[in-house]
């Protein structure tokens, strides 16, 4: 079975489809669309009934939007980790451009968006798009302070943390006109909503609620967080559908907490799936998507509006993957590791945009694309022209949306992991700079090169999308040519065409990996032993 889903998935995943559909409003001048964009948390490629087939998850709400739409079977996140894809989904730039090169930002983190940076929601909201988000934020906020000391990184910082002060660099100062949500993942202290640019409540217990330990509102719980964020943007929906009838369309971000740790489905969906708390989940975020859906469809403006649905990067280990896969379901399909790694696992997601009024119903895409792409996908649809310091390493989709792309779309993709190892995708060939998983999937990278495996690894996509046969050594001209374009990409501080920029930090491409020199070590002894006994 998974053979025959394989070649399926080589069949649609690398040609690109070409659909006769008309050409866009900004073009034409017809109304120009709203914008809804739901970025799922740590949801795998194969945790989506549409795209898995064998899957054990019932996901009708998105199967339905599948079906009135364009499924991306080559799109990618552009970390393998929440907080650098989330950058580049706001920005349309490459999060290792800035001073975040590994992991995430916490609940305390400060901004990383620079103040006066150009963001998807300030584009639009210069093209008169009313603006909105809702859900988890995770991109730092500068908490106001009580002795002039900086927060820092440390999420249980929260000594100096005045809760009854506006907070800056949030969503409101990056384009956004409504905001409520979390500063960061449900599992990051501190457990408390934030409305606009201000607490809703100040938090003064200290609990778990979200598994780590950390300032609590009264009140505060992680199973309300999806449901809340949910009634809110449907709440945005029904009271801007007249506006957008009359000319004032809107934008609606609306990044769920969920599937993420803490595993919080309300009772109403526990036990639901049949398979674990995880499945539950995923079955309460598919509700989640349908409420979306039929206040779109109830106000009569689903068919001028762009739905896009997606995730921020693959299925976490902390999903209990094994658990699931003894039953029979693969979240993360048929591709190589899961959250965090350098292998598709980590990164390629689910995509599915919807508009019936310009993308045709059931159709499928090949292009490779990268959740940066929105900026300019953005741009495009407002009619906006983007200044040469914005969207450095975005691409617009909307030609593959329209079925008018000839050609690809982007002449490579870069992955990141979470511990900022580098992969650079062109056509069918997949460059990784690092011996392991570049993550936390076995093995990693001191273990590999203990095991002796090769410092780089190159697979050949067309016929390895699992990623089981490295063949750098084949291919030094591949290996060569892909280097040298990473190499450009950092270098002119843009991986599109346009004036070369500044990258906000230096940018080392092939890392020093921790724990190499021990694991080498160890292995010399090994082999000296070996030598001896013989």
Not at 231 to 244: G, L, P, R, S, T
Not at 374 to 381: G, K, Q
Request: glycine share 10%.
């Amino acid at each position: 079975m998974k053979n025959r889903n394989l070649n399926k998935l080589l069949a649609v995943g690398l040609v690109v489809l070409s659909l006769p559909v008309a050409v866009h409003a900004a073009a034409s001048g017809e109304s120009r669309p709203n914008i809804v964009y739901i970025l799922c948390d740590d949801l795998g490629y194969g945790d989506v009934k549409c795209l898995n087939k064998d899957g054990k998850i019932a996901t009708p709400n998105v199967d339905r939007l599948a079906a009135g739409g364009m499924t991306f079977t080559d799109a990618h996140s552009g970390s393998s980790v929440c907080t650098p894809t989330r950058y580049g989904i706001m920005t349309g730039r490459y999060a290792w451009r800035t001073r975040l090169q590994s992991g995430v930002l916490g609940g305390y983190s400060p901004r990383l968006i620079a103040s006066g940076r150009l963001t998807v929601a300030s584009l639009l909201k210069q093209q008169s798009y009313a603006t909105a988000c809702f859900g988890k934020w995770h991109l730092g906020v500068d908490w106001a302070r009580t002795n002039g000391e900086k927060p820092g990184d440390d999420i249980k910082n929260a000594s100096n943390i005045d809760f009854t002060k506006p907070v800056e660099g949030g969503p409101t100062d990056c384009g956004f006109d409504t905001y409520y949500g979390i500063s960061a993942s449900l599992d990051m202290p501190p457990y408390v909503f934030i409305e606009n640019s201000k607490a809703v409540s100040v938090p003064t217990e200290v609990t778990k609620e979200g598994g780590r330990e950390g300032l609590t509102a009264t009140g505060f719980k992680a199973s309300d967080v999806l449901p809340t964020v949910t009634q809110k943007a449907v709440a945005f929906i029904d009271q801007n559908a007249a506006k957008a009838k009359g000319g004032t369309p809107f934008f609606v971000y609306i990044p769920f907490n969920s599937p993420h740790t803490p595993i919080r489905p309300t009772d109403e969906w526990k036990g639901k799936s049949g398979l674990s708390e995880y499945g539950d989940f995923v079955m309460e975020t598919d509700w989640a998507v349908g409420e979306v859906m039929k206040a779109l469809e109830r106000n009569g403006i689903a068919d001028n509006t762009l739905l896009i649905f997606t995730s921020d990067n693959g299925c976490s280990p902390a999903a209990g993957i094994p658990e699931m896969e003894a039953k029979g379901h693969h979240p993360n399909y048929l591709f190589r590791g899961h959250k965090a790694d350098i292998w598709d696992g980590g990164h390629r997601i689910p995509f599915i945009c919807r508009w019936p009024a310009k993308i045709k119903a059931g159709s499928t895409s090949g292009q490779l694309t990268c959740l940066t792409d929105l900026m300019a996908t953005a741009a495009e649809i407002a009619g906006a022209k983007l200044p040469a310091t914005a969207g450095e390493d975005s691409v617009s989709m909307l030609p593959a949306m329209l079925g008018t792309a000839t050609q690809p779309l982007r002449e490579a993709a870069v992955h990141h992991s979470i511990k900022g190892m580098f992969a650079i995708r062109q056509g069918h060939w997949k460059l990784e700079l690092c011996p392991g998983s570049g993550g936390w999937s076995k093995p990693g990278d001191p273990d590999a090169l203990q095991q002796g495996l090769p410092k780089l690894q190159l697979y050949d996509m067309s016929g390895d999308v699992t990623e089981q046969a490295n063949i750098q050594d084949k291919h030094a001209d591949v290996v060569a040519r892909l280097t040298k374009l990473l190499e450009k990409y950092v270098a002119d501080g843009r991986s599109t065409p346009g004036t070369p920029q500044q990258n906000d930090v230096p940018i080392v491409i092939l890392k020093p990996i921790k724990g190499a020199a021990a694991g080498a070590k160890a292995k010399g002894k090994k082999a000296a032993a070996a030598a001896e006994e013989k």
